[in-house]
């Protein structure tokens, strides 16, 4: 595979509006072929809790970490709520019931810290997080007023503070969370500081914290997960290649893993020559393989098929694509990307038909009409394909080639 062939994807770690491109060349006998063109797929915007889960070691109910003592007391004589008698509701995971009754004690006491706390942690279990912020910040001051500040508390309004996407709250507290004297830090309190890190914009911070979080749980897919991100983002691909593949060890339903591991064997392999990329083009072949069990839309066959096109599988590509190419709805680029497998293949009259749709669909990419023209002109369409390279021409007036395969073939159109 040439040089040219090889050429870098555009791979970013944000949501693309656009499909960015990339150039490829082949000789074929008969034309002479164009300069190739394969768009790359946008990668997504990792989740705010991607792959979360608590290790086995943490409990999953919020309530777990609210005051013992509370368990031994019930309904007070009068038969009037309690505090008690709230948490005794939370514990049985009656959290509706519980809610309702602590806010009966928030309305005859605003400044009951044990009430405002049960609140949230009932709001938390609810999945009300923006609610459970509230409540617990609310909580968190009244503790600290009467200096009697509650690590579950802390804890609980940290995640709650992440739930709702407010890292720069949440991160000071996470800190606080996870550098406790005498407590060995939880690696789920681990990851949720990393993640605030990430999206604060602190890397190298973040970086540190998954490493902790792995330190301490090595099966811990989400930690994992960032740090190959990180590494991804930084062009980093062996390091990125090894913490996504033991992510998507960890937890094979982690889409977001298999996808930035397919992009990572693939820009890996782009950089490589000989018998080690085409090793990595069949690597990004089994991570997308891994992404299709997980998530089989239209991105995902898109994907699929890129690798495939990479390990110059052709028709596998072809085949992946004409499921999602069935509906109406389906991208130009991903039209794009099944006339261009087709192609490859050499079955023209499906290539054409892909293109042309591709063309409607996206009628300003000059890559399609590049493709089309050639499709056209091999299967000796010459007027169709003057007129296809002549679009071309228009949408990129210093293409060199395009105005060349237009003179080429307007000799013979009619």
Known sequence: MSRLERSVFAFVAVVLLALGVTSVSVA????????????????????????????SSSSNDASAPLDAAATRAGRSASGNPDTAHAFSLLQQKLYDAALAEARQLIAADANNAEAWKIAGFAEVNLKQYTEAASDLQRALELQRAAGAEDNNTVDALAQAYVRTEKFDLALPLLVTSTTRTGAPP???????RGLAEYRTNKKAEAERSFNQAVKADPKNSAALFYLGLIAFERKDDEAAVAALNRATLSDPRNAQAWTYLTYAYLRRADAATGAKADADYLNAVRASEGLIKVRNDEAAAALHAQALIRAKQYLRAATALE?????PA???????????????AKNFPKAVAALERAAAKTPDDVNIFRELGYALEVSKQYGKALAAY????????????????AERVRPFAK
């Open 390 to 405: 002549e679009r071309g021409s228009t949408l990129a007036p210093d293409d060199a080639e395009l105005k060349q395969s």
């Open 28 to 55: 074929q006998s008969g034309a002479t072929r164009p300069r190739r063109v394969l768009p790359s797929q946008p990668t997504p915007t990792p989740s705010p809790v991607a792959g979360s889960r608590r290790s």
């Open 330 to 344: 389906t991208q130009g680029s991903t039209l794009y990307l099944l006339g261009f497998a087709h192609s490859r």
């Open 186 to 192: 939880d690696p789920f309190m681990l990851y949720y």
């Open 323 to 327: 499921r999602v190419a069935a509906n």
